[in-house]
């Protein structure tokens, strides 16, 4: 991995990291438990229908299709988690690859979904159609995004939205997250983004505009074949 | 024969609503509160025997609203509905006054086997406050 020197920094990059990680798979198994939940006691359902049958009460027909369409729409929405969850895990096969900001970035959006509905608050994306192609560790990269909407959520009331976005700037990749309520300048997860950001040689600028915070991170890299 | 009364408090509608339903054909009385906040009216408006309710919640956690609902009636019976895996947070749960934990999906059977021994307590607690009143009143009369 390319960065600056110094253990210190080096750990602090690794924590701001681990705590991404962590933070992303314990989201992403409690859904995925109530997926599995949900279809279970469906299941269950099915077989309270079948013995109920067998007592001779007959098996509401409608009720059945209902159940069966609940497993069929809760398979389909575990297969979408496991999928995010796939091409998240796979973010970090590599520390310097040519990669889609905007894809990556997208991934990691609707994996905070759930994050920002623990806070009633939304998520919204906005990156270009096309596509952002950059040269560098996406894992780091979504990880500084990460730590950005994270800190926002935890100063967001109900309904409020945060949006993310992203773009080329100058030949790097600008990635932005505003957060309609001032994030606490001495919230940890502020520090661990500048750790991974300092260790990307990327630049943040965190702006407090009235009552909102704007966290903008430029990482080198940005377009085809360019290196970080 | 007596029917218990449950509130489901889970955010996740498909599986409180579904739990609901299995519990009903067994013969409990079952409501569902899709959040904390909807739990705390419901038991303010509603005795129940027995809450399920889930840790995981927006807004108001489980163990915030496990803290208003229990201030509300110390003797609600609490059985707390964790992640699989999430023991700990259950015996956590169980230390600051919920009666008992399940890890979600859940047995119906051991759920209902749960609810029934909350019921009991539940109407041991009125006999203990209805032999009281009795004594009360019957030392009053001077008996």
């Known amino acids: 991995m390319t960065g600056n020197g110094g253990s210190g920094k080096s750990r602090a990059m690794l924590d701001g990291g681990l705590a991404f990680f962590g933070a992303v798979t314990a989201s992403v198994s409690h859904e995925l438990n109530n997926v599995i939940s949900i279809v279970n006691q469906t299941a269950g359902l099915l077989q309270d229908m079948i013995a109920a049958d067998e007592k001779g009460i007959p098996i509401n027909i409608s009720r059945l299709a209902t159940a069966v369409g609940t497993i069929q729409a809760q398979t389909g929405r575990g297969l979408g988690i496991i999928g995010r969850l796939n091409r998240f895990a796979h973010s970090a096969d590599e520390a310097s690859v040519e990669f889609d900001a905007g894809e990556v970035l997208g991934n990691l959006v609707e994996l905070c979904r759930r994050l920002a509905g623990l806070k009633y608050a939304k998520l919204e994306l906005e990156c270009p159609a096309g596509g952002i192609r950059m040269t560098g560790n996406p894992f780091l990269v979504q990880a500084a995004v990460f730590l950005a909407i994270r800190a926002a959520l935890g100063a967001v009331e109900r309904d409020d939205t945060i949006r993310v976005s992203a773009q080329t700037e100058g030949g790097g990749v600008l990635a932005r997250v505003e957060c309609p309520r001032r994030i606490d300048a001495a919230d940890p997860d502020m520090a661990a983004l500048r750790s991974i950001v300092e260790y990307l040689n990327a630049v943040v600028d965190v702006r407090y505009e009235g009552g909102s915070v704007v966290v903008e991170m430029v990482f080198a890299g940005g377009g085809p074949g360019r290196s970080a | ?143």
């Open chain 2, 1 to 143: 024969m007596a029917t218990a009364k449950v509130l489901v408090v889970d955010d996740e509608a498909e599986f409180a609503d579904v739990i609901a339903e299995r519990m009903r054909a067994r013969g409990y009385e079952v409501d569902t509160a899709g959040n904390g906040t909807d739990g705390l009216e419901k038991i303010k408006d509603k005795e129940y025997d027995a809450v399920l309710l889930d840790l995981n919640m927006p807004g108001l956690d489980g163990m915030e609203t496990m803290k208003r609902m229990l201030g509300h009636d110390n003797r609600l019976q609490i059985i707390i509905l964790t992640g699989y895996g999430s023991v700990q947070k259950g015996v956590d749960a169980v230390k600051q006054g919920a009666v008992d934990f399940l890890e979600k999906p859940a047995d119906i059977d051991a759920l209902t086997g749960k609810i029934d021994e909350a019921y009991e307590r539940r109407v041991a607690f009125f006999e203990e406050d209805i032999e009281k009143k009795m004594s009360d009143l019957l030392k009053r009369r001077g008996w």
